[in-house]
């Protein structure tokens, strides 16, 4: 392993997701005529996540219109009543592990979270993975965002390291490769559905890190 001082993750996506919300988006357009190939939907999906901002706190407005163009390019006509049901079936889902505190653990580093969200993250990661985290830097709490340079300047200020004396799992180009490549920051990224065809170290599980680390 190289001299690493920390190991830094991206929440939303890397360590937290809510896949119930591609069980419960085909049920609703299911009921309507619809059948859409999973895999389509998943790549879609991300295509849409990269491309629109997430607010810090997200909202009705905010889902409904993103599930606006998500139907749009799968060919759906995004109606007042399927944008209705989309919502009211999805909103509210838990949020669940993409990996175990065990695996983490097994790291053998100090692990921060680093991520665009509101002040309720440290509760959920807390809820899910119990006291694992030596900091958890949120972008509503420091009033600035990914793929802002200056969340991450602010983010390696605050532990008092260099780019070099961290490495960093994200999923979004956009928001975490790009910018960590750009302050020389040691990066994987994290691309389950093999998304991505650049030329980066890349993982589909958040277990293959801890070897990856100790190549």
Avoid at 18 to 29: D, G, M, R, S
Avoid at 106 to 114: D, F, R, S
Wanted: glycine share 4%; proline share 4%; charged share 25%.
């Amino acid at each position: 392993m190289k001299n690493y001082e920390y190991c830094l993750f991206d929440a939303v996506g890397t360590l937290i997701h809510k896949p119930k919300f591609y069980l419960k988006f085909q049920e609703v357009i299911a009921k309507h005529g619809f059948e859409i190939d999973n895999e389509d939907l998943l790549f879609k999906h991300k295509v849409l996540i990269e491309t629109i901002e997430f607010p810090d706190r997200t909202s009705e407005n905010f889902y409904k219109n993103f599930n606006f163009n998500l139907l749009q390019v799968l060919g759906i006509s995004p109606t007042k009543i399927l944008l209705e049901e989309i919502f009211e079936n999805c909103k509210n889902l838990e949020w669940e592990r993409t990996t175990s505190s065990k695996i983490l653990k097994e790291i053998g580093l100090p692990l921060v979270v680093v991520s665009n969200f509101n002040s309720s993250l440290s509760l959920i990661l807390t809820n899910l993975y119990g006291n694992i985290f030596s900091d958890i830097i949120i972008s509503e709490n420091i009033k600035v965002r990914k793929p802002n340079i200056e969340f991450y300047k602010y983010s390696l200020e605050k532990l008092g390291v260099k780019p070099k004396q961290c490495v960093y799992t994200g999923d979004s180009f956009k928001l975490d490769f790009i910018p960590s490549s750009n302050i020389s920051l040691d990066f994987y990224l994290f691309d389950p559905i093999n998304f991505y065809k650049v030329k980066a170290k890349k993982i589909s599980k958040i277990s293959q890190l801890k070897n990856k680390l100790f190549l």
